[in-house]
């Protein structure tokens, strides 16, 4: 047994049964065992429900049998036949209390590494060039970086990519623009929005300066070298903008993780003469289009995706092509996540019909597209400034450190630098936490008071439990020896260890799912679990010193995994409020 993981286990002995009474033959995840909110009930056991019919019984007659061959005494109560064949199951207390010390000495807390590590490339954040990253990348960049944290962590091999919006026509006139401004190894753009709309501005007003932009985007594809040059600069500036935001988050991107449109240019002829030798091209309109099978307009004619257009020039749909053979074939990667809006679905599922009629994409490498929802101001529509403007990152990331004071308690502990560190901490925790905390596919409503609240689904919340947890040993002024036993007397250090034993479950949904808001959900309870257990459990006062210790390894075990959790969301846990 992988310790700490008693969803697994019970699944196992589920599976066991079920083989030695019917010579059926389930993993232990097709046991579907799951935690039950229900008093008196840990687990449930949901499986005689699924295979009823492929036994011919029916669903209770199943359960029955489940039980009957069930060898599990010494982990559980009798289990009780629920409804039409639900089965519930209630852990004995000596083998939850054996199984919550276990966790103590596991660096992993219960949590298996993946037996079957796959190679993952994850496409996030993806901001433009030479414009300044708004509250539109937020949701990219945050939940990117979670998935590479809970994958890699789960033990597959990750590969971060930023897929920067570098090349194409507009670049001919912001690098005459730079050229006219002046640039050295010392210029530096403080305004990237401002600097693109001068440029806009002088294309669309002035025939000179647009004549010499066209120019020079024919020298930029030619690859001429000082135009490159200034390309480069140009890049360079706008990383500079990038690496502060991505600092302030804590984001791993660098410039090493840059795939940018610039990166697959010189493989989009190549990308295109493969998918004419398959077969999968076909001249509309004097352009070269795929039509994928299954997508049509609501005329019921067939939907393209342009790999070259009439007048020989590429889009979005060239690049992602060449992106998905390039990671597949060059990179070996076994899968794509592309964190990307919900509206580019179609136009992802298109991309992969087409890879997958190309030989790119099979059973064996695949790609998925992890849509989110739009952040909504209070309005209920699209979050902006009052002005109606796009909103910068860099802005709304300071207001969160700046809100992120208010929320500290007058008592606190902590003061000059190591309190502007903490206030980094709640507040950019609090954005994340409240992006993470909701289901990614759906909008959600952006608010200060809420997501900075040091009660409910927060993370301030969550970082004041641990918060707590550290102080409380702090009073007591020691750690319990490793060896003291676990003795769960009240009902709340019950609860308090069932739940600590739930990680694996928690992590392994937000895995599968890719969906971190299941693990948020999992460190809200644990946190609650902790203030029920504190309202009702003193440490520092216990009965006996045997007491004493089987709480303070709670305390120990609760922080671990309130810590851990956390930092799988890219969210820090201060030891001090």
């Known amino acids: 047994m992988l310790r700490g993981d008693v969803g697994l286990e019970l699944g196992q002995r589920v599976a066991a049964a079920l083989r030695s009474a019917l010579d059926v033959d389930i993993t232990a995840e097709e046991a579907l065992i799951r935690p039950s909110n229900r008093d008196g009930v840990d687990y449930q056991c949901n499986v005689a429900m699924s295979l009823a019919k492929k036994v011919g019984k029916n669903p209770r007659e199943v359960a029955v049998l489940i039980v009957e061959h069930l060898d599990a005494a010494d982990a559980i109560e009798a289990p009780e036949i629920a409804g039409p064949g639900f089965i519930n199951l209630r852990l004995k207390k000596e083998w939850l209390e054996v199984q919550a010390a276990g966790l103590l000495g596991d660096e992993r807390l219960g949590v298996p590494k993946t037996e079957e590590p796959r190679r993952i490339a994850i496409d996030y954040s993806s901001p433009n060039v030479a414009k300044e990253m708004h509250v539109g990348h937020l949701r990219s960049t945050i939940i990117g970086d979670a998935f590479c944290r809970l994958l890699t962590f789960a033990g597959h091999e990750v590969i971060p990519h930023n897929h920067l919006g570098d090349w194409g026509t507009p670049f001919g006139m912001l690098i005459e623009h730079l050229t006219d401004e002046g640039h050295g190894a010392d210029h530096e753009i403080s305004d990237l929005n401002a600097f693109y709309q001068q440029a806009r501005q002088k294309f669309d007003n002035e025939p000179g300066f647009a004549d010499r932009a066209r120019r020079r985007v024919v020298l930029l ?285 928690a992590i392994q949904a937000a895995v599968d799912e890719l969906a971190p808001h299941k693990l948020t959900n999992y460190l809200f309870e644990t946190a609650t679990a902790f203030s029920t257990f504190y309202n009702h459990c003193p440490v520092a006062t216990a009965e006996s010193q045997e007491l004493q210790d089987s709480r303070l390894h709670l305390l120990t075990l609760t922080s671990r995994v309130l810590t851990l959790g956390l930092s799988l969301l890219g969210i820090g846990a201060p030891e001090r409020l």
């Open 221 to 505: 594809q030619g690859g001429d070298e000082a135009t490159l040059k200034l390309w480069h600069e140009l890049v360079g500036e706008s990383q500079r903008h990038f690496n502060q935001i991505y600092a302030l988050l804590g984001i791993g991107l660098s410039a090493e993780d840059n795939y940018g449109e610039s990166f697959y240019n010189p493989y989009l002829a190549d990308t295109i003469t493969e998918l004419q030798q398959k077969g999968l091209v076909e001249t509309s309109d004097g352009a070269l289009c795929v039509f994928p099978p299954g997508f049509q307009n609501r005329e019921g004619d067939r939907l393209p995706l342009i790999v070259r257009k009439s007048d020989g020039g590429y889009g979005y749909a060239t690049t992602d092509f060449a992106t998905v053979r390039y990671w597949v074939r060059e990179r070996k990667v076994d899968e794509l996540i592309y964190v990307v809006g919900n509206p580019q679905a179609q136009h992802f599922q298109m991309i992969f019909a087409t890879s997958k009629q190309a030989g790119w994409l099979d059973d064996a490498h695949t790609a998925v597209h992890t849509g989110f929802g739009t952040i909504l101001g209070a309005d209920g529509k699209t979050i902006r400034t009052r002005a109606g403007g796009t909103i910068k990152l860099i802005e709304l990331l300071t207001e969160a450190v700046e809100n992120s004071y208010k929320v500290m308690p007058e008592s606190s502990e902590v003061e000059g630098a190591e309190k502007d560190a903490l206030a980094r901490t709640i507040g950019l925790g609090a954005v994340k936490y409240a992006d993470l905390s909701n289901d990614r596919e759906k909008d959600y409503v952006f608010t200060w008071e809420k997501m900075l609240a040091t009660t409910g689904d927060t993370s301030v919340y969550i970082q004041y439990a641990n918060a707590r947890i550290l102080s409380i040993g702090r009073k007591v002024g020691r750690t319990a020896p490793e060896n003291a036993p676990l003795v769960l007397q009240e009902q709340a250090e019950r609860d308090l260890a069932l739940k600590l034993l739930q990680l694996p479950t």
